[in-house]
């Protein structure tokens, strides 16, 4: 059973930095992508970024490129997601997501497994 956990959230500051990380394990192949999302209150799901085990990135999100980065460890089974500069609007849970394979061109296309999230909160 692939199971995900993500960690790193909670309250920053507007203009400050907060790294997330998103541990995998169950994993059947060494081939696969994790995706990060986020869902900010009262809206859809949406997705910023994604990372495969080859190492290409396919970013969903063109308004967070420049902030929000993504890198993985393969050793680690770890995607993780720097968030640079956020802004209050930033203030959302965010959830990775695991897949065998590539990365989803859209982030809507879904990933297969989920973890349980991790709520950032961005104060002004």
């Known amino acids: 059973e692939v199971q995900l956990v993500e960690s790193g959230g909670g309250l920053v500051q507007a203009g400050g930095s907060l790294r997330l990380s998103c541990t995998a394990s169950?994993?059947?192949?060494?081939?696969?992508?994790i995706g990060w999302y986020f869902q900010a209150p009262g809206k859809a799901r949406e997705g910023v970024s994604c990372?495969?085990?080859?190492?290409?990135?396919?970013y969903w999100a063109d308004s967070l490129k420049g902030r929000f980065i993504i890198s993985g460890d393969n050793a680690k089974k770890t995607a993780y997601l720097q968030m640079n500069s956020v802004k209050p609007e930033d203030t959302a849970v965010y959830y990775c997501?695991?897949?065998?394979?590539?990365?989803?061109?859209?982030?809507?296309?879904?990933?297969?497994?989920w973890g349980l999230g991790t709520l950032v909160t961005v104060s002004s």
């Open positions: 169950g994993l059947t192949s060494d081939d696969y992508a």
């Open positions: 990372i495969s085990s080859s190492g290409s990135i396919t």
């Open positions: 997501a695991a897949s065998p394979g590539l990365c989803p061109l859209r982030y809507y296309y879904g990933m297969k497994n």
